[in-house]
């Protein structure tokens, strides 16, 4: 499919948070590593990083910690006492994000977010000043069941009414990709290529080439 165009066909881009928006790895790394220290665990193997960095908080603690009830219930205990800001500090924007959010505003388009993430979110939307940027924010809190289900992006295109052939979600993960198909939307796969994606892509302005070029000279 990645010889189609899109133009004249998406109204709504969605995009996942963590490795779309955000190099996100050493935060993450950071904070993980650092629960794991309070109870007294070895640091992070590479297959745990690959989960946690897709999934929500609590799914990643129990994920780490399940086997132990007793962990878990102290690696919990200690996450909600840490403020999450000093773990964004370590986030670093992806290369030429805003100048495509900004483009993608002139040209007419919905920008949302949809993420796994919960209550970091917003320290994150406030630390880089991205609220003027997106349109709507959908995160782990605001649904019953977040990614790979469906609701996230269901609830964005309820929100401006838009039909399934009309959104693009860009994500990085499997995650991503299953709730992609779950809702029945595009999906571009950024910077991974192993994912099976409609349309794949490097950087975010590839992404405005791909949606409709000759609007964004």
């Known amino acids: 499919m990645e010889d189609q165009t899109l133009k ?3 109204r709504c881009v969605i995009y ?22 309070s109870v007294g665990r070895e640091p992070l193997k590479k297959e745990e ?24 219930r102290r690696a919990l205990e200690f996450m909600k006492q840490l403020d999450l800001r000093k773990y964004i500090v370590y ?13 993608l505003k002139e040209g007419g388009f919905i920008r949302s977010i949809c993420t796994n993430r919960t209550t970091s979110m917003k320290y994150i939307m406030e630390g880089f000043h991205l609220w003027p940027y997106f349109d709507m924010v959908v995160t782990a809190l605001d649904v019953k069941h977040p990614k790979p289900h469906p609701e996230s992006i269901e609830k964005i295109a309820s929100s401006f009414q838009l039909e399934r052939h009309e959104i693009l979600f860009v994500g990085d993960s499997e995650v991503d990709q299953q709730s992609a198909r779950a809702a029945g939307v595009l999906f571009v796969a950024y910077k991974n290529r192993n994912l099976s994606g409609d349309f794949h892509i490097e950087n975010h302005l590839e992404l405005l080439r791909l949606l409709k070029e000759e609007q964004f000279q």
Do not use: W
């Not at 996942?16 to 220290?37: H, K, M, P, Q």
């Not at 990083?49 to 878990?72: C, Q, S």
């Not at 986030?91 to 483009?103: C, D, G, N, R, V």
């Open 8 to 10: 004249g066909k998406v």
């Open 16 to 37: 996942d948070c963590d490795g779309v928006l955000f190099d996100s790895f050493e935060a993450n790394t950071r904070l993980y590593n650092d629960i794991c220290l």
């Open 49 to 72: 990083m690959e989960y946690v960095h897709a999934h929500t908080v609590y799914e990643a603690i129990h994920f780490l910690f399940g086997r132990d009830k007793e962990l878990e």
């Open 91 to 103: 986030l670093k924007m992806e290369p030429y994000l805003l100048e495509s959010l900004k483009k």
